[in-house]
């Protein structure tokens, strides 16, 4: 093993042992110097004879050789062990070869040495180390091939010159003279790196010893691993630099999640990293498929941003579109710059350009370009390397920005989406509430007068009317607000003119949230109004236009969704509380008129006294037999028209009234009227007939008892309710089902409040609603209850090309016999059910579907 691949602590323990030697041959010259005859081997030479006894100068000289070669082994070591020392202790000094080349130089005993080292492509060597005793220097970076030194590279062999002017080689633009030179080549592994020499002036010349050659050998080897410590230290400082700087920036890229000020700071921290005179983030626009600059630092920053590029056009798009780093030293030699920005600019030229794409989430969405290094000419692979560390910490800044600003926005919907939700149940509750105030007042107007004042005072509206259509004219009925003052009684306007007409003849809404753009508009009160925004719809009575509801507002732009929305609802209240106000004077008004025939009948004729005092439309006479039997003496004209039977088909058979007439359903009722007749009491029952066409109608029944002469004779009024019943029955439907939506949390639970109503209130036994598909031309049951709860997505088949037969004509549809229908295929589900109600729904004026009800027996229109 050569002496300079053993180890460190090796040659350490080969140079105490030679000190150790050199005290025991001390002491051999001092026995041999009084009279010994004994000649150790260690001072016999190989090349002479032995020396005689006595003769003591050839001996002595023998010994100062030895001693001249320890001492010099005992230097060499000491130099080596220094070396290696400051090998391992000074791996980040530069002048840390400088130093090995001078101690090469002092040990060999020559005035100047170098260290070459050669470049990555293998044609130059550069000197990297030099030392020189004198002022002269030989300073030169030479070719491979060329001189002593460009020779070892090619032959990978140590060379001496002992007098370097007379060598062939020599390098003839050297302007000093060279004596003595010697050189080994520096290895890493069996890699030639660079060469190692040690020389003099001219002064000096003469060869070196083969000891000379090991020990620069030696030195060279030490070099070797200082130059491979070094550059690995350099590599660890460069990545211990780079973390930083990756950390340094992403801690100042990630300090906000404002997006725009995220890009700001990327491009200012990238700046600064890599020195650059203008840096840029543009972003990715999937809409335009281009990259729009969002943010610059640098020269040029102002007139950059907002500029844009499509994909592919230019380095930065082309970038984008590839999705790969470029690094253009010389952008004038690359065809994909574009060079528009830059004649756009007086003080801006790019010369050289790094270009790295942003992605996050496996996609692209921008790039990043810094232009012209500041202090150095161009960009290198290093600064490439940099920029792209940098970029994955900025692309996951910029999409946690862009996440953040997403769910700031969705955040602002949701609490936009709260505030008009509050708002809406607000409105929903005032209503319920005015639809409560108005619906228990039957006087018309009153009613219209209570419901002016609530809307405008639940609502704070400026103005609020409400008008009738009465003899081809519109009739302010009732008004609230700041123009009250204004309108006189009994104030009347044409229906051909304004919006009110508009809306009276149109039966439609009208909303102007600007009346100075709104053709229909006009003012009875010029000189009064502040009016600049007018919301006006039609009441409506079983579709006929009856009214309109006038609001005004001195603001622009007064009305939104929410404000129609409701102000329609309340709009169909009233028109449920006028025409209940108005079925409540028709009905005192017959009431009246009823009283009176009575009064007349009373004065006429005793016998019919009683009867009088209850007349309605049909009017009977019995008697009670002693064994209970009833004996029908006068039935009125009027039962053919009640009941659709013949009066003859009575006056023989008491019992087909109650046993075929009454409904099975009510007959408890008639009944209970019987017994109380019997026991001679007076009584009144409301219940159904059905009639000889099969229709059900309502009657109410007011008999009264006498008993005169042993007999019991019954008097009774038979009147049809089916309408007032009918009404009753929807003002019940809409409050239940307006109380019950207040709870409501979801279209869902709309439908499934409002059919569970429909179940209860008309005493059906299941209820569904279909929806209907025009494009496929089906009925699908979206939402069922009671015995029909597992119908939803069910299908109802029509044999029809056209549409479902349900919605053939709009109007309430009846089939008594579903399990035999002609028309519709109904799910086997229908079975449990004998009959089925259906009546169309629509959304202005377009069918939608249809609302089914059934029960196990007959339904009636």
Known sequence: MSDYNKPKAQLIEELALLRQRVVELEGLVETFSVGATFVPAELRSNHSPDVPTGTTDSLHQKIEQIEQTLARRVEEMTALYDISLNITGELGKDDLLQNIVEQAAKLLGTGMGQIHLLDPDQQRLELIASYSSLENKYDVNVSVGEGVTGQIVVTGQPMVIANYEKWPGRLERLAVKVGRIMGVPLKRGHKI?????????????????????????????????????????????????????????????????????????????????????????????????????????GQGSDFVLD???????????????????????????????????????????????????????????????????????????????????????AAAAIDNSRLYEQSQQKIKELQAAEIELAQRARQLELINHIGRQIASELELELLLDRAARLVQQSFDYHHVALFLVEEGRLKLKAVAGS?????????????????????????????????????NYTSLIREHTVTQSELCLPIKVLEQTVGVMDIQSPALNAFNDNDIIAMEALANQVAVAVQNARWYQQARQEITERKQIEQSLRESEERFRQVITSISDHIYVSEVGPDGERINFYHSPNIEIL??????????????????????????????????????????????????????IWVRDSARVEFKDDRTTIFGVVADITERKQRERELE???????????????????????????????????????????????????????????PEKYILSRHQEQAYLFADGHLYVNNDVQNDPELTWPVEFNVIKAVASIMLSIQNERIGSLLVGHRHEITA
């Open 193 to 297: 790196i660079g060469v190692l020499k040690v020389f003099d002036g001219p002064e000096k010349q003469g060869t070196f010893d083969a000891e000379d050659v090991r020990l620069l050998n030696m030195l060279a080897a030490q070099i070797a691993i200082a130059l491979e410590n070094s550059q690995l230290y350099r590599k660890m400082q460069s990545r211990v630099e780079e973390l930083a700087t990756l950390n340094s920036v992403s801690q100042a890229i990630n300090s906000t999640l404002d997006l725009q000020e995220t890009l700001t700071c990327i491009t200012d921290q990238i700046a600064l990293q890599l020195d650059a005179a203008a840096v840029s983030v543009a972003l990715y626009d999937p809409d335009h498929n281009e990259i729009w600059f969002a943010a610059a630092s």
């Open 307 to 393: 500029k844009r590029l499509a994909i592919g056009q230019g380095i930065m798009g082309w970038v984008v579109q590839h999705s790969q780093s470029v690094l253009i030293p010389d952008v004038s030699q690359d065809k994909r710059f574009y060079e528009e920005f830059d004649k756009q600019q007086d003080n801006f030229s790019t010369k050289s350009i790094l270009c790295v794409p942003l992605q996050a989430r496996g996609q692209t969405i921008g790039v990043v370009a810094a232009l012209n290094r500041i202090h150095n000419n161009a960009f290198n692979e290093d600064d490439l390397q940099l920029l792209n560390l940098i970029a994955a910490p």
């Open 483 to 519: 123009y009250q003052a204004y309108f006189p009684t009994g104030h009347t306007q044409p229906i051909d003119a304004g919006i009110n007409g508009w809306v009276a003849r149109n039966g439609e809404k009208l909303v102007a949230n600007d009346v100075t753009q709104e053709s």
């Open 643 to 696: 009941t659709g039977y013949p009066p003859t088909r009575f006056a023989s058979d008491w019992h087909f009234w109650p046993s075929t007439l009454i409904h099975p359903d009510d007959r408890f009722r008639a009944a209970a009227q019987a017994s109380k007749l019997s026991q001679g009491q007076n009584s009144e029952v409301e219940y159904r007939l059905k009639r000889a066409d099969g229709a059900v």
């Open 733 to 791: 439907i809409i409050v239940a089902i307006a109380d019950a939506l207040r709870t409501a949390a979801s279209r869902t639970d709309v439908v499934l409040v409002a059919l569970d109503k429909l179940l209860d209130l008309l005493q059906m036994e299941g209820a569904a609603l279909a929806i209907f598909d025009p494009a496929s031309k089906q009925t699908v049951i979206e939402y069922a209850r009671g015995v029909w709860a597992g119908l």
